[in-house]
């Protein structure tokens, strides 16, 4: 078994993408290749970020992330936070700008 530890392998995948993609060029007709080789939103949140994502956590030491747990859950809480009320606030304001009524809404809603 041939193992190689001085190439990544995303190098590799690069490689074998640049040459498999002229063949693949050469034997089907483009309008094809595009429609089936289109890269949508929920291809790539169903399908491929999983595997990427399981694949950090799985090689993650445990000791790296029992020592930057705090960390985690801090950048976890406060960005989460942060996004709501950065997102919130914005639609709030621009609602006052455009048709849209917020007067229904309350801060719990």
């Known amino acids: 078994r041939i193992h190689w530890h001085f190439i990544p392998e995303s190098c590799?995948?690069?490689?074998?993408?640049?040459i498999f993609a002229p063949l693949f060029?050469?034997?089907y007709d483009y309008e094809q290749l595009n429609s089936f080789m289109s890269?949508?939103?929920?291809t790539f949140?169903?399908?491929?970020?999983p595997p990427i994502i399981f694949d950090g956590g799985y090689n993650l030491k445990k000791i790296y992330f029992f020592r930057n747990f705090g960390l985690i859950m801090m950048l976890?809480?406060?960005?989460?936070a942060f996004s709501a009320v950065i997102i919130g606030g914005?639609?709030?304001?621009?609602?006052n700008y455009?048709?849209?009524e917020p007067n229904g809404i309350g801060?719990?809603?």
């Not at 949140?45 to 970020?49: A, G």
């Not at 976890?76 to 989460?80: K, S, V």
Request: zero cysteines; glycine letters at 8%.
């Open 98 to 100: 455009t048709n849209m």
């Open 107 to 109: 801060a719990a809603e």
């Open 12 to 18: 590799i995948f690069m490689v074998i993408g640049l």
């Open 90 to 95: 914005s639609l709030y304001i621009f609602s």
């Open 39 to 42: 890269l949508n939103e929920p």
């Open 25 to 27: 060029l050469i034997f």
């Open 45 to 49: 949140i169903l399908i491929l970020l």
């Open 76 to 80: 976890a809480i406060g960005g989460t």
